[in-house]
């Protein structure tokens, strides 16, 4: 790739050169982790700040990276993958649930995995937002594939007559803004509630989606 130095080739300490790279890689998002999304945030970090706190060098971190936007977009990334991985957990453990239940663990799980630490709550809903275009344009995707997920609980909802039928992508868009929102704002101490408040919030918002009121499902579930 251009930009980068060549990463060094063989075994080395029972390890090889693509297992070092790895775990070089590891070193540095797990610093990022610590620097993006604390103290001093992406936008003060210097890759010579980053290289220290990974225990590396500066040379090693351009064998594995061009710039830090290249870490904070693998970082938020990494930071979407673990929420995700939890929902589709949660999904699969709430399968046969009524809606309300089932919308309501789903969502929890989220909130669970993104809030557990604050700063992947920082990385996902502060760190990336203005950075650049070529940002943006990845978190617009990644809120994009949450949006899908949510249509797809739908129309699996509609399919099994707890949820009436409509198309449920502008209002799932509209949610995941709010999501973005409340938690930024939570985040930045801005919304003056608990967590537990902001979550239950949310999840009325995800139900009056899925089953707005004064619209009853059709079909064999109702």
């Not at 995700?84 to 995995?113: H, S």
């Amino acid at each position: 790739m251009a930009g980068r130095l060549r990463a060094p080739t063989g075994r080395y300490g029972g390890k090889t050169a693509a297992q070092r790279q790895a775990e070089r890689r590891e070193r540095f998002l797990d610093a990022a982790l610590e620097l993006f999304g604390g103290t001093p945030g992406y936008r003060a970090t210097t890759v010579a700040a980053l290289s220290e706190a990974a225990a590396l060098s500066t040379r090693q971190f351009y064998e594995e990276f061009r710039s830090l936007e290249d870490v904070l977009a693998a970082l938020h990334l990494k930071v979407n993958a673990w929420a995700e991985e939890a929902v589709l957990a949660a999904a699969a453990d709430a399968r046969g649930l009524p809606l309300t239940e089932r919308a309501a663990a789903v969502f929890r799980a989220y909130a669970a995995n993104v809030t557990a630490d604050p700063r992947r709550v920082r990385i996902a809903f502060v760190e990336i937002i203005g950075v650049s275009p070529r940002l943006e344009e990845q978190r617009l995707a990644r809120r994009a594939r949450w949006v899908d997920l949510i249509c797809a609980e739908a129309r699996a909802a509609v399919s099994r007559g707890e949820a009436p039928p409509r198309d449920h992508r502008l209002a799932a868009t509209a949610f995941i803004g709010s999501v973005n929102g409340l938690l930024h704002d939570f985040s930045a101490g801005w919304v003056d509630a608990t967590l537990d408040e902001v979550v239950d919030e949310l999840v009325r918002q995800l139900l009056g989606i899925l089953r707005p009121p004064g619209r009853s499902p059709a079909g064999p579930g109702r």
